[in-house]
């Protein structure tokens, strides 16, 4: 059995003395998709950020690969940021518009020395667009000509140039049109079996985590009420929480739904 990837412990976070994060622990292996999903300010961004420490905690501890993410200083933060990459729900608000796409993906791989030759940079940058199906002649148009699907792919592709084993995605789909909501699903699908990646995938929509993730964590006020498998947490979930919310949504696997309507209280 390998070691977590990440591990995340007894994750604390207060703002203004409201505890928005009280205990939160959970592991998360290599290659493996976890969803974190529960109401709006149950506290699935702040746990993101906190593991990626664009918040402090308060107390707490996360591993990325065995090292200490919150003890870490500059140096050794720069080189797990490297292993961690976020992405986030506004891809209008995340890309610099006076950037072009190939100085967006040419970036990080400066920033991180990756690749100190230039022409060899913009090859890596068109290879990366390839990656997430977008074509090459893009390089040099400014994000402000694409659709929010497309912006969305080109902030896929950016987080993935300096190639991490884990990205965040904290409710990546949920600002785009319906229409495209399921290409940019399939991409992360897809890139996680192509790369091994590891995704912390962060959502609303219980279907759409169903359709992703391997595990599935529901947060509640701060805490987490409930993590399994995706068939124990639709099958037959445990916490009433949990339960509630999915009573409200449908689920796009009959099985599943079977299983679920079966451990329905009866009245
Ligand atoms: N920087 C901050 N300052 C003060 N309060 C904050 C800050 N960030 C988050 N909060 C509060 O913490 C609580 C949890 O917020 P968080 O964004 O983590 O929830 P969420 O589950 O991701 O919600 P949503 O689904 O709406 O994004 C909310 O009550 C929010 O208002």
């Not at 699935?44 to 200083?73: I, Y």
């Not at 961690?84 to 100085?103: E, G, H, I, K, W």
């Not at 970036?107 to 667009?129: I, K, N, Q, S, T």
Request: glycine share 6%; proline share 6%; aromatic share 4%.
């Amino acid at each position: 059995m390998s070691e977590p990837l990440l591990r995340v412990r007894n994750l604390v976070k207060s703002f203004e003395g409201r505890r928005v994060l009280d205990d939160v622990s959970f592991d998360m292996m290599p290659g493996e998709v976890l969803g974190l999903v529960g109401e709006s300010g149950s506290g699935k961004s702040t746990t993101a950020r906190c593991v990626a420490r664009l918040t402090e905690p308060d107390s707490g501890r996360v591993e990325l690969g065995g090292r200490d993410v919150l003890a870490a200083g500059r140096g050794e933060l720069r080189s797990l940021r490297r292993e961690m990459q976020m992405v986030f729900q506004d891809p209008y608000s995340s890309l610099n518009p006076r950037m072009t796409v190939a100085q967006l993906l040419e970036e990080p791989l400066a920033v991180h020395g990756l690749e100190p030759d230039r022409r060899r940079r913009r090859e890596r940058a068109a290879a990366l667009l390839e990656t997430v199906s977008m074509s090459a002649e893009h390089l040099d148009r400014y994000p402000r000509s694409f659709s929010g699907g497309q912006r969305q792919r080109i902030a896929i592709a950016r987080a993935l140039a300096v190639e991490p084993r884990l990205l965040i995605c904290d409710e990546p789909i949920s600002s785009l049109d319906v229409s495209v909501q399921a290409q940019v699903l399939n991409l992360l699908r897809d890139l996680r079996l192509r790369l091994n990646l590891s995704i912390l995938f962060i959502a609303h929509d219980l279907a759409v985590v169903y359709y992703l993730c391997d595990r599935i964590a529901v947060m509640e006020q701060g805490r987490l009420a409930e993590i399994g498998t995706r068939e124990q947490v639709y099958g037959a979930p445990e916490h009433p929480y949990t339960r509630s919310l999915l009573a409200a949504v449908p689920i796009p696997d009959p099985a599943a739904e079977r299983a679920r309507r079966a451990a329905e209280p009866q009245y």
